[in-house]
Every structure is written in C-alpha cells, then in structure tokens.
Nanobody, 127 residues
Framework: QVQLVESGGGLVQAGGSLRLSCQAS??????????MGWFRQAPGREREFVAA????????YYADSVKGRFTISRDNPKNTLHLQMNSLKPEDTAVYYC??????????????????WGKGTLVTVSS
C-alpha cells in the first residue's frame, strides 16, 4: 500500500507564500518512478487539478490559475513532493491533496489518472 502524508498548510495573508510537502512511503513504492501531483478542493466546490510532475522531474504541468505563482518539485532521495506557493490569493483557499499515479513510469495526461491520495492539508488565504 502507498501512504501519502501532506504537511505545510496554514493561514497566510494574501500575497504571502507557503510551501507544501508530501512524504510518500510504501513497501513496494519506489517514489522516483511515479508521476505525482497536487490537487485542491475549496468549500462547496469539486476537487481540481493544481500541478503535476513526471517521475523523472522533466515534465511539469500546471493549472492556468496557478501558472507563474506555484512551483511543483520533487526530492527523489527523500521521497518527498513539494508545492511552493507564492503570491497567494484568497481564491487559493482549499484543502490541498497529494496524489500519485497507479503504476510506475506510466504516461500521464492531466488532470486524470491519479490513483493514490493523501488526506490533505488546509490552506487558508486571508484578504
């Protein structure tokens, strides 16, 4: 089984920054071979894609709403995924989820295809 544990959420003022982290683990889960992503769900809204990064770190994908403000990265030796969020806006307020695809080295076309999910971390941006 795969465990994804998010951290780094909190309360921040508009224009501020936060860095989310996701620690991945699993007996047969080799982090460096899995495409990973971040999604978010605001109150009363459906979960939406935020960003993804392929297993090799070369290809990165972003939702239009966060391009130029958010950066996804991965630290494969530490089995950790990050999301650096700058210039935060009140509309970024949501629970942020870490996700992984089901199979290693698999092709990925956002926003679909994630299989494993964390429990989320809350980000609140005040105006």
């Amino acid at each position: 089984q795969v465990q994804l544990v998010e951290s780094g959420g909190g309360l921040v003022q508009a224009g501020g920054s936060l860095r989310l982290s996701c620690q991945a683990s699993g007996r047969t889960f080799t982090f460096s071979t899995y495409t990973m992503g971040w999604f978010r769900q605001a109150p009363g809204r459906e979960r939406e894609f935020v960003a993804a990064i392929r297993w090799n770190g070369v290809s990165r994908y972003y939702a239009d709403s966060v391009k130029g403000r958010f950066t996804i990265s991965r630290d494969n030796p530490k089995n950790t995924l990050h999301l650096q969020m700058n210039s935060l806006k009140p509309e970024d307020t949501a629970v942020y989820y870490c996700a992984a695809v089901e199979h290693p080295y698999s092709r990925y076309v956002p926003p679909d295809g994630m299989y494993y999910w964390g429990k989320g971390t809350l980000v609140t941006v005040s105006s």
